[in-house]
């Protein structure tokens, strides 16, 4: 069965610092893997992806994520955070046949100004 | 496009009532699915579709039902409402085609069993 980690509750930093957001996975086979973020009383809102290929993913609103395969991680980056950027974040990964999506438990962001 | 959207965005139950959550998108995504979303836990499948006329189960399909008869609409059904119930509930699609395509998610029904 697939799962994923997210080990930290919550993230605290400062607005123009850099932010990391951490996720450790397990699957057989090649992994799909996913972030997604969500504003307060919001539905869920897709910020990038892994499919294959660099292990460097730009996504949506200067998010970036680095797959690391040795490690099983797919940690999400951002250089320099803003306010804005205070939400919940949500790694996920899809199995083989693409049919089930399994979450983290969420990691809640909180950039202060 | 309205996308993927829900009703109704709140509704409360007493134990033991039935109800259906609607779901319906309008970008002839083949793929349709339903999560619900507890702290702490983050979002678990409860059941998905994978087109008109074909669901399954996902990791926590005890206690709904889910039909889908159209490629549009794909609703939730609670058979006898529980406290356990509780929880915000999000209906998402996806173009068909496994493992690459990102969900896109509708704004959920908060729903409160007494």
């Known amino acids: 069965a697939q799962s994923v980690a997210q080990p930290e509750d919550q993230v605290n930093v400062a607005e123009g610092n850099p932010l990391t957001v951490k996720c450790t996975y397990s699957v057989s086979g090649n992994p799909y893997l996913f972030w997604y973020v969500q504003y307060p009383n919001r539905g869920l809102q897709f910020l990038l992806k892994y499919i294959t290929g660099d292990n460097l993913v730009k996504g949506s609103y200067g998010f970036e994520a680095e797959f690391n395969k040795s490690q099983t991680s797919f940690h999400l980056k951002k250089p320099s955070a803003l306010v804005s950027d205070s939400a919940l974040y949500f790694c996920?990964?899809?199995?083989?046949?693409?049919?089930?999506?399994?979450f983290g438990g969420g990691t809640r962001l909180m950039v202060k100004p | 496009n309205a996308g993927v959207t829900q009703t109704p965005k709140f509704q409360v139950l007493k134990t033991g009532q039935s109800m259906t959550l609607q779901c319906a998108q309008d970008?002839?995504?083949?793929?349709m699915s339903w999560y619900r979303q507890d702290p702490g836990m983050g979002l678990r499948l409860i059941h998905y579709?994978?087109?008109?006329?074909?669901?399954d189960q996902g990791e926590v399909p005890n206690g709904y039902n889910v039909s889908r008869s159209t490629t549009e609409d794909f609703p939730l059904r609670l058979l006898s409402a529980a406290p356990s119930q509780t929880s915000v509930y999000f209906c998402?699609?996806?173009?068909?085609?496994?493992?690459?395509?990102?969900?896109?998610f509708g704004p959920g029904t908060r729903l409160t069993v007494t």
């Open positions: 998402a699609s996806s173009q068909t085609g496994g493992q690459t395509y990102e969900q896109y």
């Open positions: 970008m002839n995504h083949e793929y």
């Open positions: 996920a990964v899809r199995d083989d046949a693409g049919n089930m999506l399994t």
């Open positions: 579709s994978v087109g008109a006329g074909i669901t």
